[in-house]
């Protein structure tokens, strides 16, 4: 049975880079050329959605090792895009990519079982997610259940810790018994992934944490030795590689970077709209994934995995 | 526009009763007539939780004001899943009964408002629920998209307030303040909710307050007097109509108290196993929820909706 963390980490080593992909499509922003091509429709938006997210990753294969779908913006479309999604899950893993699956599931007991069937694993599960992003806000034993599944079939899980939004202290940065909220799920996880930790000392059960709180990705790596973040935030949401340079161990693991918009809709802004336009909004993808690539290896422990 | 929660207090007057029948269709407990006319795959149990459901649908539909449909269960199954919930929301309110889509969406900003967008109201919205359980740990910008496309479309939230599991303390119950995370999480809600309350003096965010938790109940009852509950946790987890007394108002609105299995797989426990069995299963769904309605009238000032 392969180890979600362990393929991950790998994957990282091989492409040298923890750049994630984030999938985020968007009817409004499309390329012209391609939504076009469309009808106005739940029909016809999921098939622009499937086209899309299939050009972005033709365009980042060879480049990085993990892309992450937005589930919302596939679900907001009904069945026909929740079968969009599933498409597009299936097409990045045939292209050699892993897939985080962004849906934040949360519930509890025999409830959560059934969205970790459905949703952890490419071979077992109807949604394919090689992980799943979940919320911990019911407890130890909402989480429980995805763990089990996830490591009966070399799937992972990134658990809510601190997250990017501007609104995310409100519980989060409470402070009970002299922690904070977020501490006391970072403490939850990392026991977890202490539990599960494979041949690169990370375990199964990884933590979303925010590039948009840098310093608390400082702390956070600190409590959590053996767990790997999903950083969030890079690009649009205003972190750069400085922000997120905390979230990775000595050797440049520990960590995958996710910027979706900036990425995938390149093409809309400044140089790369400049040099690429919608027509060849894919080169645009790609060109700024490589600036992306380059940021982070030379301004955070990224830059390891490229012997810098 | 309609204001969700003055039509659910409406619905409860009209119907006498506050109880919310949960479809959670688990395919090894389908009357095994059911479930032996469909073949075992995910198309196939799709189609057998379609008729199942449509089945609990018949035979509840004059009896109470709301049903509350399990997202895991079909989701678990793929978009084949995905396109027999639709169905049956859309079902149930044909029979006139309202949806609440448990499905405890969280996300921030646009994402959010995707989900939102995609699961709220049902002439606008793909997955047509006439309301949504929502997550807040990622705090009040997280809410906020939910709630403006809730208010836009006559639709409402329930939002996890405090959950009837045992783990549910983990997080909700830390003290933070002086106050627990749950009673944070209350005042945002019971502000949001005082900001659109209707007729009945219920604004359309609701809370999840569990009925394994009446000490709770009642203190959440005083501290959020425009804010409707949703009780899960009634029957197979449990609690019974004195747990539950402290959820509602004088009036006996308030609240209304959700059971799943116990009254969708009657047919398999004690009494009503005898009386119908699996052929007659439908006669058993109505049967516990007679008695589950007759319970909460006599043991909790649900009574008042009957005159009692």
Chains 1, 2 share one sequence.
Not at 132 to 156: I, K, M
């Amino acid at each position: 049975m392969s180890h979600f963390t362990d393929a991950l980490a790998d994957a990282v080593l091989a492409r040298r880079t923890p750049v994630c992909v984030g999938l985020d499509p968007r009817w409004e922003q499309l390329p012209a050329p391609l939504a076009g091509a469309h009808v106005d429709s739940t029909a016809g938006r999921a098939a622009a959605y499937r086209e899309f997210c299939s050009g972005v990753i033709d365009a980042v294969a060879d480049l990085v090792p993990v892309v992450k779908p937005q589930s919302a913006f596939f679900e907001e479309l009904g069945p026909v895009g929740v079968t969009a999604l599933v498409d597009v899950i299936a097409y990045a893993q045939q292209r050699g990519l892993l897939v985080i699956l962004d849906a934040k599931r949360g519930d509890i007991g025999s409830t959560a079982e059934a969205y970790a069937r459905g949703m952890l694993g490419r071979d077992a599960a109807p949604w394919r997610g090689d992980a799943l992003t979940v919320n911990p806000y019911l407890g130890e034993d909402s989480l429980t259940p995805f763990v089990e599944v996830a490591g009966q079939r070399g799937a992972g899980l990134f658990v809510l810790v601190k997250t990017s939004n501007p609104g995310s202290g409100l519980l989060q940065d409470l402070v009970a018994g002299e922690q904070t909220i977020y501490r006391h799920t970072a403490a939850l996880v990392e026991r977890m992934s202490a539990e599960t930790a494979g041949r690169h000392g990370y375990g199964i059960v990884g933590a979303v944490a925010g590039a948009t709180y840098p310093e608390q990705l400082v702390e956070l790596r600190a409590a959590m030795p053996h767990t790997w973040f999903l950083v969030p935030g890079y690009g649009s949401q205003g972190a750069g590689a400085a922000d997120v340079a905390g979230a990775f161990d000595d050797r440049g693991l520990g960590a995958v970077v996710n910027n979706s918009r900036a990425l995938i809709f390149a093409f809309r802004r400044g140089e790369y709209a400049e040099r690429f336009g919608e027509a060849k909004w894919q080169d645009a993808v790609a060109a700024a994934t490589r600036d992306m690539i380059s940021e982070l290896a030379a301004g955070s422990p990224a830059g390891k995995l490229q012997g810098k």
